[in-house]
Protein backbone atom coordinates (compact mmCIF):
# COMPACT_ATOMS: atom_id res chain seq x y z
CA UNK A 1 0.00 0.00 0.00
CA UNK A 2 1.40 3.34 -1.27
CA UNK A 3 1.05 5.95 1.69
CA UNK A 4 1.98 8.81 -0.53
CA UNK A 5 -1.47 8.26 -2.22
CA UNK A 6 -3.60 7.81 1.06
CA UNK A 7 -1.79 10.88 2.86
CA UNK A 8 -3.07 13.73 0.12
CA UNK A 9 -6.67 11.96 0.46
CA UNK A 10 -6.87 12.21 4.60
CA UNK A 11 -5.64 15.16 4.73
CA UNK A 12 -8.42 16.31 2.66
CA UNK A 13 -10.78 14.82 4.49
CA UNK A 14 -9.47 15.92 7.33
CA UNK A 15 -9.73 19.63 6.38
CA UNK A 16 -13.14 19.04 5.43
CA UNK A 17 -14.38 17.90 8.73
CA UNK A 18 -12.40 20.03 10.15
CA UNK A 19 -14.37 23.27 8.72
CA UNK A 20 -17.39 21.29 8.84
CA UNK A 21 -16.96 21.33 12.90
CA UNK A 22 -15.70 24.59 12.87
CA UNK A 23 -19.07 26.03 10.78
CA UNK A 24 -21.41 23.88 12.82
CA UNK A 25 -20.07 25.36 16.22
CA UNK A 26 -19.79 28.86 15.34
CA UNK A 27 -23.92 28.70 14.11
CA UNK A 28 -24.92 26.54 17.17
CA UNK A 29 -23.43 28.63 19.46
CA UNK A 30 -24.84 31.89 18.41
CA UNK A 31 -27.98 30.23 18.19
CA UNK A 32 -27.71 28.51 21.63
CA UNK A 33 -26.63 31.67 23.26
CA UNK A 34 -29.64 33.32 21.67
CA UNK A 35 -31.68 30.46 24.04
CA UNK A 36 -29.40 31.25 27.04
CA UNK A 37 -28.96 35.30 26.81
CA UNK A 38 -33.06 36.13 26.53
CA UNK A 39 -33.52 33.38 28.90
CA UNK A 40 -31.65 35.03 31.27
CA UNK A 41 -32.86 38.45 30.73
CA UNK A 42 -36.48 37.25 31.27
CA UNK A 43 -35.56 35.70 34.67
CA UNK A 44 -35.22 32.03 33.69
CA UNK A 45 -31.90 30.40 34.44
CA UNK A 46 -29.90 28.37 32.32
CA UNK A 47 -28.06 25.36 34.29
CA UNK A 48 -26.34 24.49 31.44
CA UNK A 49 -24.85 25.32 28.23
CA UNK A 50 -23.24 22.84 26.36
CA UNK A 51 -21.34 23.14 22.72
CA UNK A 52 -21.33 19.27 21.68
CA UNK A 53 -23.20 16.19 23.02
CA UNK A 54 -21.32 12.98 24.74
CA UNK A 55 -18.54 13.08 27.60
CA UNK A 56 -17.41 16.53 28.90
CA UNK A 57 -14.18 17.37 27.67
CA UNK A 58 -13.72 21.04 29.22
CA UNK A 59 -16.50 22.57 31.68
CA UNK A 60 -16.35 25.63 34.44
CA UNK A 61 -19.25 27.47 36.74
CA UNK A 62 -19.63 30.92 36.26
CA UNK A 63 -20.77 33.02 38.84
CA UNK A 64 -24.72 32.88 38.10
CA UNK A 65 -24.78 29.21 38.79
CA UNK A 66 -24.24 27.57 34.67
CA UNK A 67 -21.92 25.05 33.95
CA UNK A 68 -20.99 26.10 30.50
CA UNK A 69 -18.58 23.18 28.84
CA UNK A 70 -17.57 21.74 25.64
CA UNK A 71 -18.74 18.09 24.55
CA UNK A 72 -16.31 15.19 22.85
CA UNK A 73 -19.39 15.38 19.81
CA UNK A 74 -19.01 18.83 18.10
CA UNK A 75 -22.35 17.95 16.14
CA UNK A 76 -24.57 20.54 18.28
CA UNK A 77 -25.39 21.48 21.20
CA UNK A 78 -28.00 22.64 24.10
CA UNK A 79 -28.79 24.89 26.50
CA UNK A 80 -30.76 23.10 30.08
CA UNK A 81 -32.88 25.22 32.47
CA UNK A 82 -33.83 24.83 35.51
CA UNK A 83 -36.14 22.27 36.28
CA UNK A 84 -35.79 20.80 32.28
CA UNK A 85 -36.11 16.87 31.88
CA UNK A 86 -33.82 16.42 29.66
CA UNK A 87 -31.87 19.44 27.26
CA UNK A 88 -34.87 19.79 24.98
CA UNK A 89 -36.97 21.41 27.38
CA UNK A 90 -39.69 19.52 27.32
CA UNK A 91 -41.09 17.85 30.86
CA UNK A 92 -39.94 18.60 34.53
CA UNK A 93 -38.07 16.94 37.11
CA UNK A 94 -40.10 17.64 39.54
CA UNK A 95 -37.28 18.48 41.97
CA UNK A 96 -37.40 22.12 41.85
CA UNK A 97 -38.53 24.00 44.84
CA UNK A 98 -41.77 26.47 44.84
CA UNK A 99 -39.73 29.39 45.49
CA UNK A 100 -37.72 28.65 42.15
CA UNK A 101 -40.19 27.80 40.18
CA UNK A 102 -40.66 31.69 38.20
CA UNK A 103 -36.56 30.81 37.10
CA UNK A 104 -37.73 27.58 35.52
CA UNK A 105 -38.80 27.23 31.37
CA UNK A 106 -42.24 26.25 32.64
CA UNK A 107 -42.76 27.95 35.72
CA UNK A 108 -42.18 31.52 33.82
CA UNK A 109 -45.05 33.31 32.06
CA UNK A 110 -45.95 32.50 28.47
CA UNK A 111 -44.40 35.40 27.01
CA UNK A 112 -40.48 34.74 28.60
CA UNK A 113 -40.75 31.43 27.52
CA UNK A 114 -42.10 31.92 23.52
CA UNK A 115 -39.02 34.91 23.88
CA UNK A 116 -36.64 32.55 24.51
CA UNK A 117 -37.61 29.77 22.19
CA UNK A 118 -37.59 32.49 19.45
CA UNK A 119 -34.39 33.16 20.17
CA UNK A 120 -32.09 30.52 18.89
CA UNK A 121 -33.39 31.23 15.13
CA UNK A 122 -33.25 35.00 15.57
CA UNK A 123 -29.72 34.69 16.74
CA UNK A 124 -28.81 32.63 13.88
CA UNK A 125 -30.50 34.95 10.70
CA UNK A 126 -28.65 38.07 12.64
CA UNK A 127 -25.38 36.57 12.62
CA UNK A 128 -25.87 35.95 9.06
CA UNK A 129 -27.15 39.55 8.89
CA UNK A 130 -24.18 40.74 11.03
CA UNK A 131 -21.67 38.95 8.05
CA UNK A 132 -23.45 40.13 5.03
CA UNK A 133 -22.80 43.49 6.13
CA UNK A 134 -19.67 43.44 7.59
CA UNK A 135 -18.55 41.95 4.13
CA UNK A 136 -19.76 44.59 1.91
CA UNK A 137 -18.79 47.44 4.52
CA UNK A 138 -15.10 46.45 4.83
CA UNK A 139 -14.87 45.15 1.04
CA UNK A 140 -16.67 48.21 -0.58
CA UNK A 141 -18.20 48.35 -3.77
CA UNK A 142 -16.64 49.07 -7.15
CA UNK A 143 -16.86 52.96 -7.45
CA UNK A 144 -18.76 54.98 -10.02
CA UNK A 145 -17.18 55.10 -12.49
CA UNK A 146 -15.84 52.10 -12.75
CA UNK A 147 -12.10 52.09 -11.74
CA UNK A 148 -9.30 49.37 -12.55
CA UNK A 149 -7.59 48.28 -9.42
CA UNK A 150 -5.72 45.87 -10.91
CA UNK A 151 -5.73 43.83 -14.26
CA UNK A 152 -6.10 39.96 -13.70
CA UNK A 153 -3.12 37.35 -15.68
CA UNK A 154 -4.64 36.50 -18.81
CA UNK A 155 -3.09 34.66 -21.59
CA UNK A 156 -1.04 35.34 -24.82
CA UNK A 157 -3.24 35.93 -27.20
CA UNK A 158 -5.87 38.70 -25.58
CA UNK A 159 -5.25 42.49 -26.82
CA UNK A 160 -5.01 43.95 -23.31
CA UNK A 161 -4.27 48.14 -23.37
CA UNK A 162 -5.79 49.29 -20.05
CA UNK A 163 -3.65 49.83 -17.34
CA UNK A 164 -4.41 50.28 -13.86
CA UNK A 165 -5.95 53.66 -12.43
CA UNK A 166 -7.82 53.50 -16.42
CA UNK A 167 -11.88 54.89 -15.60
CA UNK A 168 -13.73 52.89 -17.83
CA UNK A 169 -16.32 55.40 -19.98
CA UNK A 170 -17.63 53.17 -23.00
CA UNK A 171 -17.32 50.01 -24.05
CA UNK A 172 -18.09 49.24 -27.56
CA UNK A 173 -19.17 52.70 -27.88
CA UNK A 174 -21.61 52.01 -25.28
CA UNK A 175 -21.49 53.97 -21.91
CA UNK A 176 -20.45 52.01 -19.57
CA UNK A 177 -22.71 51.76 -16.31
CA UNK A 178 -21.84 51.18 -12.29
CA UNK A 179 -20.73 47.16 -11.62
CA UNK A 180 -24.37 46.59 -9.78
CA UNK A 181 -26.11 47.27 -13.18
CA UNK A 182 -22.94 45.67 -15.65
CA UNK A 183 -24.53 42.45 -16.24
CA UNK A 184 -27.90 43.77 -18.43
CA UNK A 185 -24.92 45.95 -19.98
CA UNK A 186 -23.30 42.74 -21.48
CA UNK A 187 -26.30 41.71 -23.05
CA UNK A 188 -25.65 45.22 -25.08
CA UNK A 189 -22.46 44.39 -25.99
CA UNK A 190 -21.17 41.92 -29.30
CA UNK A 191 -19.79 38.81 -27.99
CA UNK A 192 -15.91 40.08 -29.52
CA UNK A 193 -12.47 38.80 -28.13
CA UNK A 194 -11.62 42.46 -28.59
CA UNK A 195 -13.31 45.45 -28.03
CA UNK A 196 -12.97 49.41 -27.60
CA UNK A 197 -12.60 50.97 -24.48
CA UNK A 198 -12.81 54.66 -24.33
CA UNK A 199 -11.05 55.16 -20.93
CA UNK A 200 -10.23 58.24 -18.95
CA UNK A 201 -5.99 58.00 -18.09
CA UNK A 202 -4.19 60.81 -16.25
CA UNK A 203 -6.96 63.16 -17.02
CA UNK A 204 -7.27 62.81 -20.41
CA UNK A 205 -9.80 60.72 -22.64
CA UNK A 206 -8.57 57.95 -25.05
CA UNK A 207 -10.07 54.81 -26.87
CA UNK A 208 -7.62 51.86 -26.08
CA UNK A 209 -8.37 48.11 -27.42
CA UNK A 210 -9.11 45.34 -24.34
CA UNK A 211 -11.00 41.88 -23.71
CA UNK A 212 -14.29 41.13 -23.47
CA UNK A 213 -15.38 42.45 -20.22
CA UNK A 214 -15.85 38.70 -18.93
CA UNK A 215 -13.34 36.34 -20.38
CA UNK A 216 -13.90 32.94 -19.87
CA UNK A 217 -11.54 32.70 -16.25
CA UNK A 218 -12.61 31.03 -13.27
CA UNK A 219 -12.76 33.88 -10.10
CA UNK A 220 -15.05 31.37 -8.29
CA UNK A 221 -16.00 27.86 -7.77
CA UNK A 222 -19.03 26.52 -7.03
CA UNK A 223 -18.67 23.46 -4.30
CA UNK A 224 -19.88 19.63 -5.58
CA UNK A 225 -19.52 21.10 -8.92
CA UNK A 226 -17.83 19.27 -11.96
CA UNK A 227 -14.49 21.58 -12.02
CA UNK A 228 -14.00 21.42 -8.41
CA UNK A 229 -14.21 17.41 -8.66
CA UNK A 230 -11.51 18.07 -11.85
CA UNK A 231 -9.44 19.69 -9.58
CA UNK A 232 -10.16 23.27 -11.76
CA UNK A 233 -8.74 26.33 -9.87
CA UNK A 234 -9.06 30.40 -9.48
CA UNK A 235 -7.50 31.78 -11.80
CA UNK A 236 -7.53 29.12 -14.44
CA UNK A 237 -8.47 30.73 -17.77
CA UNK A 238 -10.64 28.32 -20.52
CA UNK A 239 -9.10 28.52 -24.57
CA UNK A 240 -11.57 26.06 -25.76
CA UNK A 241 -14.08 23.29 -25.40
CA UNK A 242 -13.67 20.55 -27.26
CA UNK A 243 -11.63 21.85 -29.65
CA UNK A 244 -14.12 25.21 -30.51
CA UNK A 245 -12.01 28.54 -29.49
CA UNK A 246 -13.68 30.37 -26.52
CA UNK A 247 -12.90 34.15 -25.79
CA UNK A 248 -16.06 35.51 -22.94
CA UNK A 249 -17.41 34.09 -20.84
CA UNK A 250 -21.10 34.14 -22.31
CA UNK A 251 -19.75 32.12 -24.98
CA UNK A 252 -18.10 29.41 -22.49
CA UNK A 253 -21.73 29.28 -20.99
CA UNK A 254 -23.76 28.37 -23.96
CA UNK A 255 -21.61 25.93 -25.32
CA UNK A 256 -22.23 24.14 -21.73
CA UNK A 257 -25.72 24.93 -21.71
CA UNK A 258 -26.26 23.34 -25.52
CA UNK A 259 -24.20 20.21 -24.21
CA UNK A 260 -27.06 18.45 -22.51
CA UNK A 261 -24.81 16.93 -19.94
CA UNK A 262 -22.67 15.37 -22.51
CA UNK A 263 -19.14 15.03 -21.59
CA UNK A 264 -16.67 18.28 -22.00
CA UNK A 265 -13.17 18.75 -23.09
CA UNK A 266 -11.58 21.65 -21.55
CA UNK A 267 -8.51 23.42 -23.04
CA UNK A 268 -7.16 25.72 -19.97
CA UNK A 269 -4.46 28.06 -18.75
CA UNK A 270 -3.18 28.13 -15.44
CA UNK A 271 -0.15 30.15 -15.02
CA UNK A 272 1.47 29.46 -18.41
CA UNK A 273 0.67 25.86 -18.23
CA UNK A 274 -1.74 24.44 -21.25
CA UNK A 275 -3.75 21.37 -18.50
CA UNK A 276 -6.39 19.58 -20.09
CA UNK A 277 -9.99 18.52 -18.19
CA UNK A 278 -12.46 16.37 -19.11
CA UNK A 279 -15.18 17.19 -17.24
CA UNK A 280 -19.46 16.28 -17.10
CA UNK A 281 -21.96 19.55 -16.62
CA UNK A 282 -24.33 19.05 -13.88
CA UNK A 283 -28.33 19.38 -14.14
CA UNK A 284 -28.77 22.33 -11.53
CA UNK A 285 -32.00 24.34 -10.19
CA UNK A 286 -31.43 28.13 -9.94
CA UNK A 287 -33.60 30.61 -8.49
CA UNK A 288 -34.49 33.33 -10.35
CA UNK A 289 -34.22 36.71 -8.67
CA UNK A 290 -38.40 37.53 -9.63
CA UNK A 291 -39.06 34.12 -8.10
CA UNK A 292 -39.26 30.12 -9.09
CA UNK A 293 -36.58 28.39 -10.45
CA UNK A 294 -34.52 27.73 -13.84
CA UNK A 295 -32.82 24.30 -14.87
CA UNK A 296 -29.18 24.55 -16.38
CA UNK A 297 -26.33 22.10 -16.71
CA UNK A 298 -23.29 23.84 -15.30
CA UNK A 299 -19.89 23.24 -15.00
CA UNK A 300 -19.57 25.01 -11.49
CA UNK A 301 -17.19 27.75 -12.75
CA UNK A 302 -18.05 31.72 -11.83
CA UNK A 303 -16.58 34.52 -14.10
CA UNK A 304 -16.18 37.97 -13.68
CA UNK A 305 -14.49 41.03 -15.00
CA UNK A 306 -10.82 41.11 -16.13
CA UNK A 307 -9.72 43.53 -13.89
CA UNK A 308 -10.55 44.41 -9.64
CA UNK A 309 -12.19 47.36 -9.76
CA UNK A 310 -11.47 50.24 -7.32
CA UNK A 311 -14.16 50.28 -4.12
CA UNK A 312 -15.36 52.48 -2.08
CA UNK A 313 -17.00 52.57 1.43
CA UNK A 314 -20.93 52.32 0.91
CA UNK A 315 -21.80 53.50 4.32
CA UNK A 316 -23.60 51.90 7.01
CA UNK A 317 -27.15 52.61 6.05
CA UNK A 318 -26.71 50.73 2.51
CA UNK A 319 -24.63 47.45 4.20
CA UNK A 320 -27.56 47.09 6.77
CA UNK A 321 -30.13 47.31 3.92
CA UNK A 322 -27.70 44.72 1.62
CA UNK A 323 -27.59 42.28 4.65
CA UNK A 324 -31.38 42.28 5.27
CA UNK A 325 -31.76 41.64 1.75
CA UNK A 326 -29.10 38.80 1.79
CA UNK A 327 -31.13 37.13 4.45
CA UNK A 328 -34.20 37.48 3.27
CA UNK A 329 -33.44 36.36 -0.50
CA UNK A 330 -31.79 33.22 1.15
CA UNK A 331 -35.11 32.46 2.90
CA UNK A 332 -37.35 33.04 0.14
CA UNK A 333 -35.29 31.07 -2.11
CA UNK A 334 -35.37 28.30 0.60
CA UNK A 335 -38.80 28.42 1.21
CA UNK A 336 -39.43 28.67 -2.57
CA UNK A 337 -37.04 26.23 -3.61
CA UNK A 338 -38.83 23.40 -0.53
CA UNK A 339 -42.19 23.65 -2.35
CA UNK A 340 -40.81 22.96 -6.04
CA UNK A 341 -39.57 19.54 -4.21
CA UNK A 342 -42.62 19.01 -2.99
CA UNK A 343 -44.33 19.63 -5.88
CA UNK A 344 -41.91 17.84 -8.40
CA UNK A 345 -40.99 21.18 -9.87
CA UNK A 346 -37.49 20.40 -9.01
CA UNK A 347 -35.13 17.30 -8.26
CA UNK A 348 -34.83 16.66 -4.08
CA UNK A 349 -31.07 16.32 -5.01
CA UNK A 350 -31.37 20.26 -4.22
CA UNK A 351 -31.63 18.82 -0.34
CA UNK A 352 -28.23 17.90 0.95
CA UNK A 353 -27.80 16.44 3.96
CA UNK A 354 -24.50 16.74 6.77
CA UNK A 355 -21.86 14.99 3.85
CA UNK A 356 -23.27 17.04 1.23
CA UNK A 357 -22.44 19.51 3.64
CA UNK A 358 -19.64 18.90 5.18
CA UNK A 359 -18.12 18.76 1.29
CA UNK A 360 -19.36 22.29 0.71
CA UNK A 361 -17.56 23.67 3.87
CA UNK A 362 -14.63 21.99 3.04
CA UNK A 363 -14.80 23.03 -0.28
CA UNK A 364 -15.68 26.98 0.53
CA UNK A 365 -12.82 27.03 2.94
CA UNK A 366 -10.14 25.60 0.60
CA UNK A 367 -11.33 29.31 -1.03
CA UNK A 368 -10.25 31.47 1.57
CA UNK A 369 -11.54 32.82 4.62
CA UNK A 370 -14.11 35.18 3.01
CA UNK A 371 -15.96 32.41 0.74
CA UNK A 372 -15.75 30.13 4.21
CA UNK A 373 -17.22 32.94 6.30
CA UNK A 374 -19.95 34.33 3.51
CA UNK A 375 -20.76 30.22 3.43
CA UNK A 376 -21.37 30.45 7.29
CA UNK A 377 -23.97 33.06 6.49
CA UNK A 378 -25.23 31.40 4.21
CA UNK A 379 -26.09 28.58 6.48
CA UNK A 380 -26.83 29.68 9.64
CA UNK A 381 -29.48 31.47 7.68
CA UNK A 382 -30.52 27.48 6.48
CA UNK A 383 -30.11 26.81 10.30
CA UNK A 384 -32.61 29.17 11.67
CA UNK A 385 -35.27 29.10 9.31
CA UNK A 386 -34.83 25.22 9.25
CA UNK A 387 -35.31 25.74 13.39
CA UNK A 388 -38.65 27.80 12.50
CA UNK A 389 -40.54 25.15 10.85
CA UNK A 390 -43.63 23.82 13.37
CA UNK A 391 -42.33 20.08 13.63
CA UNK A 392 -42.25 19.36 17.47
CA UNK A 393 -38.78 19.00 18.59
CA UNK A 394 -37.35 21.86 16.52
CA UNK A 395 -37.60 25.51 17.81
CA UNK A 396 -40.99 25.92 15.86
CA UNK A 397 -42.58 23.00 17.23
CA UNK A 398 -42.35 24.91 20.87
CA UNK A 399 -43.78 28.03 19.42
CA UNK A 400 -46.62 26.35 18.34
CA UNK A 401 -46.96 24.55 21.55
CA UNK A 402 -47.11 28.12 23.42
CA UNK A 403 -49.59 29.64 20.97
CA UNK A 404 -51.68 26.68 21.31
CA UNK A 405 -51.83 27.73 25.11
CA UNK A 406 -52.11 31.59 24.64
CA UNK A 407 -55.60 30.40 22.61
CA UNK A 408 -56.55 27.57 25.37
CA UNK A 409 -54.93 29.42 28.49
CA UNK A 410 -53.25 26.16 29.39
CA UNK A 411 -50.80 24.04 27.86
CA UNK A 412 -50.93 20.91 25.80
CA UNK A 413 -51.00 17.93 27.91
CA UNK A 414 -48.14 15.64 28.73
CA UNK A 415 -49.64 12.45 26.64
CA UNK A 416 -50.35 15.08 23.44
CA UNK A 417 -46.38 16.49 24.26
CA UNK A 418 -45.19 12.98 24.14
CA UNK A 419 -47.12 11.91 21.36
CA UNK A 420 -46.15 14.55 19.29
CA UNK A 421 -42.55 15.21 20.07
CA UNK A 422 -42.10 11.34 18.66
CA UNK A 423 -44.01 12.38 16.32
CA UNK A 424 -41.76 15.06 14.95
CA UNK A 425 -38.86 13.53 15.75
CA UNK A 426 -39.60 10.45 13.15
CA UNK A 427 -40.25 13.24 10.96
CA UNK A 428 -36.84 15.06 11.71
CA UNK A 429 -34.70 11.46 11.55
CA UNK A 430 -36.98 10.79 8.02
CA UNK A 431 -35.85 14.00 7.04
CA UNK A 432 -32.26 13.59 7.59
CA UNK A 433 -31.89 9.32 6.79
CA UNK A 434 -33.46 11.04 3.06
CA UNK A 435 -31.07 13.72 2.88
CA UNK A 436 -27.87 10.97 3.71
CA UNK A 437 -29.33 9.20 1.01
CA UNK A 438 -29.17 11.87 -1.52
CA UNK A 439 -25.57 12.58 -0.02
CA UNK A 440 -24.34 9.00 -0.78
CA UNK A 441 -26.63 7.11 -3.21
CA UNK A 442 -29.33 8.93 -4.81
CA UNK A 443 -27.63 11.99 -5.90
CA UNK A 444 -23.65 11.23 -5.89
Known amino acids: MDLTQILPQFGGFAFTILAFVLALSIIVAIHEYGHYIVGRW ?14 VIWSRVDSRGTRW ?47 TVAAGPVFNFVLSFAIFAAVILVQGRAS ?7 LRPLPPGYTQELQPGDQILAIAGREAPPLDAFDPFLDELPLEPTLDYRVLRAGQE ?6 YPYPPAVVSL ?15 VILGVDGQEVRTFEGL ?49 TGGLFFDAETESPGLGESIGYGVSQVWFIVKSSLSGLWHMLTGAISTCNLSGPVGIAETSGAMASQGAQSFIWFVAVLSTAVGLLNLFPIPVLDGGH ?25 GLSILLTLMVFALANDLILCP
Open 69 to 115: QVAALPFGGYVKFLGDANAASVGTDGAVAAADRRRTMLGAPLWARAA
Open 399 to 423: LVFHAYEALRGAPPSDKALRVLMAA
Open 42 to 55: TGIHAEVFSLGFGP
Open 222 to 236: SPQSAAMDVDMRVGD
Open 144 to 150: DPLTIAE
Open 206 to 211: MTVAGP
Open 253 to 301: RRIVAQSDGAPLGLEVWRDGTIIDFTLVPRRVDLPRAEGGFETRYLIGV
